[in-house]
Nanobody
Framework: QVQLVESGGGSVHAGGSLRLSCAAS????????MGWLRRAPGKEREGVAQ???????DYVDSVKGRFTISRDKAKNALYLQMNDLKSDDTAMYYC????????????????WGRGTQVTVSS
């Protein structure tokens, strides 16, 4: 059974940094694309970053230059380094895996974690 477990969320002041981690198990290996998405209160879920099986990355415009997605295939882990955090980054962040052909920004993944909360105060 596929499991994705996020960690690393918390509360920080604007300008601070956090590093999210996602531990994958149950058949999710480095050959699959993975990503991070978020849902802020009162807003639609949005894709934040994606990394393909061969390491290509893509980001939503609002986080480019501030966030970095990476993976450790040996550990079946996915990371999101978030720098220069802004209050608009406050959201529940979800790890997702295995692209299913739909736009990753719209949630085009087959498997999801339960999320980790990130709160940025101004």
């Amino acid at each position: 059974q596929v499991q994705l477990v996020e960690s690393g969320g918390g509360s920080v002041h604007a300008g601070g940094s956090l590093r999210l981690s996602c531990a994958a198990s149950g058949g999710i290996y480095g050959s699959y694309c993975m990503g991070w998405l978020r849902r802020a209160p009162g807003k639609e879920r949005e894709g934040v970053a994606q990394i393909t099986w061969d390491g290509a990355t893509d980001y939503v415009d609002s986080v480019k230059g501030r966030f970095t997605i990476s993976r450790d295939k040996a550990k079946n882990a996915l990371y999101l380094q978030m720098n220069d955090l802004k209050s608009d980054d406050t959201a529940m962040y979800y790890c997702a895996a295995v692209c299913n052909g739909r736009d990753w920004r719209q949630g085009g993944f087959n498997y999801w974690g339960r999320g980790t909360q990130v709160t940025v105060s101004s």
